[in-house]
């Protein structure tokens, strides 16, 4: 929900409800910092905000970006010989459009960077345009060449925010805060792929976005979704950390080192697949509340109920009702 309202920030007021609801989202959530909504809702919303503001990053940077913003952009990069030229006339693209930054990408002996230089004189940019602009650049980047590029890592100057486990559904590699940088990095050999997406592939890629550059899919190799699934697939057993490794075949000491440097801890994990299963099952079914309590590992309806709270600020039935 957090993502959703710095969207709705710069939408009309008189338009957020009426929006919120046509992408399913109902409007008394929007209060609720720690609400779930779906990638679908989240990017029906996305899409109808841009339509309705003609603007494909809606209020989040200094000037409009057109519709048909991305699609002049893709098209500029698709007779790029290798990904650096195309990063190279990605960064060039904005510098003609946007004041707000300088988009920078580089090498540095094993690693390539594409970096987010602040403009002394340009706008602030904000944590949320920070990141999609990060989100839009990989997302396009690994479609070039046909392949998701893993990052090496992800980096912001802002403080580590309340809720940044999140960051496991937008990068596909370890996310630090508190850095000198806004850049993402991957193995420089990337660099030297060649574009291999064409002017006909270009239609579908549109017609899904943002899903096909906002979010990191489960079949993303890094630890925490590997384990993520294992305790979903788990349930209604709560498995120990000690099963989840020999499943993963390391030692519980690895697990939580590979777990740390991704910036999240088996317990968040268990927590966020449980909420994440109970408010899809919320607002998807009928299903007793009691049902969903022992569905998701609690054997206590009032611990579920006690969690669930903790979880998103909300009762469980106050949550299904709002819907």
């Given at each position: 929900m957090s993502v959703v309202n710095g969207f709705?920030?710069?939408?009309?007021?008189?338009?957020?409800?009426?929006?919120?609801?046509?992408?399913?989202?109902?409007?008394?959530?929007?209060?609720?910092?720690?609400?779930?909504?779906?990638?679908?809702?989240?990017?029906?919303?996305?899409?109808?905000?841009?339509?309705?503001?003609?603007?494909?990053?809606?209020?989040?940077?200094?000037?409009?970006?057109?519709?048909?913003?991305?699609?002049?952009l893709c098209l500029s990069l698709l007779d790029a010989p290798r990904l650096e030229v195309a990063l190279h006339r990605f960064g060039q693209f904005f510098h003609l459009i946007l004041d707000d930054f300088r988009i920078v990408s580089r090498r540095d002996g094993a690693l390539g960077y594409v970096e987010l230089a602040d403009n002394p004189a340009g706008p602030d940019v904000s944590v949320l345009g920070r990141e999609l602009m990060l989100k839009l650049v990989h997302g396009v980047a690994s479609w070039l060449i046909r392949r998701k590029i893993p990052l090496q890592a992800v980096e912001f100057p802002f403080p580590r925010p309340p809720l940044a486990s999140d960051h496991l559904y937008l990068f596909p590699g370890p996310v630090h805060f508190g850095c000198g940088h806004t850049r993402i990095g991957f193995d420089a050999a990337y660099l030297d792929m060649p574009v291999r997406q064409r002017k006909p592939d270009l239609e579908k890629f549109l017609s899904r976005a943002p899903e096909d550059w906002i979010f990191v899919s489960f079949a993303e190799q890094m630890t925490c979704h590997r384990v993520r699934q294992y305790v979903a697939d788990c349930l209604p057993v709560s498995p120990t950390i000690e099963a989840v490794a020999q499943a993963l075949h390391c030692s519980v000491r690895t697990l939580c080192r590979r777990l740390a440097a991704e910036g999240t801890a088996f317990q968040a994990i268990k927590d966020d697949v449980r909420r994440d299963i109970a408010i899809q099952r919320l607002t998807r079914s009928e299903d007793p509340i009691a049902a969903i309590a022992f569905d998701v590992g609690f054997d206590n309806p009032t611990a579920f109920h006690r969690a669930f709270r903790h979880w998103t600020g909300s009762t469980p039935n106050a949550y299904r009702r709002s819907l």
């Open positions: 709705l920030s710069g939408a009309n007021p008189t338009a957020i409800a009426r929006l919120a609801e046509c992408s399913g989202i109902a409007s008394e959530l929007l209060s609720e910092p720690a609400a779930r909504v779906t990638q679908e809702q989240f990017s029906t919303l996305y899409r109808l905000l841009a339509r309705e503001a003609d603007d494909e990053m809606p209020g989040i940077f200094s000037r409009p970006l057109r519709n048909g913003t991305l699609k002049y």
